[in-house]
T-cell receptor, first 113, second 115 residues
Framework: IAGITQAPTSQILAAGRRMTLRCTQDMRHNAMYWYRQDLGLGLRLIHYSNTAGTTGKGEVPDGYSVSRANTDDFPLTLASAVPSQTSVYFC????????????FGSGTRLTVV | GQSLEQPSEVTAVEGAIVQINCTYQTSGFYGLSWYQQHDGGAPTFLSYNALDGLEETGRFSSFLSRSDSYGYLLLQELQMKDSASYFCAVRVRPSFRGSQGNLIFGKGTKLSVKP
């Protein structure tokens, strides 16, 4: 593993189903983030975690939950998927030193039907 | 609230210079970042400006004017591989103690480099 690993790469999900997107980093970064990217809307922050054991809500948190049990893992859960959650999801991490340099994973393309 | 404005599309020819502007309105501003994203890829970090002025990294430069809430990314000697989307992002002051703040992204500028 080098950097951030996201799984799955893509997924088609039936509406109403529960889904967890996985994110693992090996850089020992304190801060981790989940963004969704939709055409014409750019990247929008869903949830974040500044350090293991803490999480916070971003711009579009409704319908999503996260946990941060350790430094490396930051899973994103959709409790009951809806079609509007069709998007590309990016996990990112940073050292949290205010330089603005985030490292992004390769993304998960999720389609809710 | 936070808002960022950048052009949706820019077209330029190989070898030319292009400037992508970004204006922002935000409370608790820390700095302005730029990211590049190729189609189907992940965003990659290009630069960060916390203070006024120009930062140069190879063919790319980034500028910030805090008083004008304005910045730009300057790409010189354009190459075909520079065709990508470019996002400005503001780092905003945290809403609670201990946080380093979060990045809020603009909607991106799609740069097309023509031969």
């Amino acid at each position: 593993i080098a950097g951030i690993t996201q799984a799955p790469t893509s997924q088609i999900l039936a509406a109403g189903r529960r889904m967890t997107l996985r994110c693992t980093q090996d850089m020992r970064h304190n801060a981790m983030y989940w963004y969704r990217q939709d055409l014409g809307l750019g990247l929008r922050l869903i949830h974040y975690s500044n350090t293991a054991g803490t999480t916070g809500k971003g711009e579009v948190p409704d319908g999503y939950s996260v946990s941060r049990a350790n430094t490396d893992d930051f899973p994103l859960t959709l409790a009951s998927a809806v079609p509007s959650q069709t998007s590309v999801y990016f996990c990112a991490s940073s050292e949290g030193d205010r330089t603005g340099g985030y490292t992004f994973g390769s993304g998960t393309r999720l389609t809710v039907v | 609230g936070q808002s960022l404005e950048q052009p949706s599309e820019v077209t330029a020819v190989e070898g030319a210079i292009v400037q992508i502007n970004c204006t922002y309105q935000t409370s608790g501003f820390y700095g302005l970042s730029w990211y590049q994203q190729h189609d189907g890829g992940a965003p990659t970090f290009l630069s960060y400006n916390a203070l006024d002025g120009l930062e140069e990294t190879g063919r790319f430069s980034s500028f910030l004017s805090r008083s004008d809430s304005y910045g730009y990314l300057l790409l010189q000697e354009l190459q075909m591989k520079d065709s990508a989307s470019y996002f400005c992002a503001v780092r905003v002051r945290p809403s609670f103690r201990g946080s380093q703040g979060n990045l809020i992204f603009g909607k991106g500028t799609k740069l097309s480099v023509k031969p």
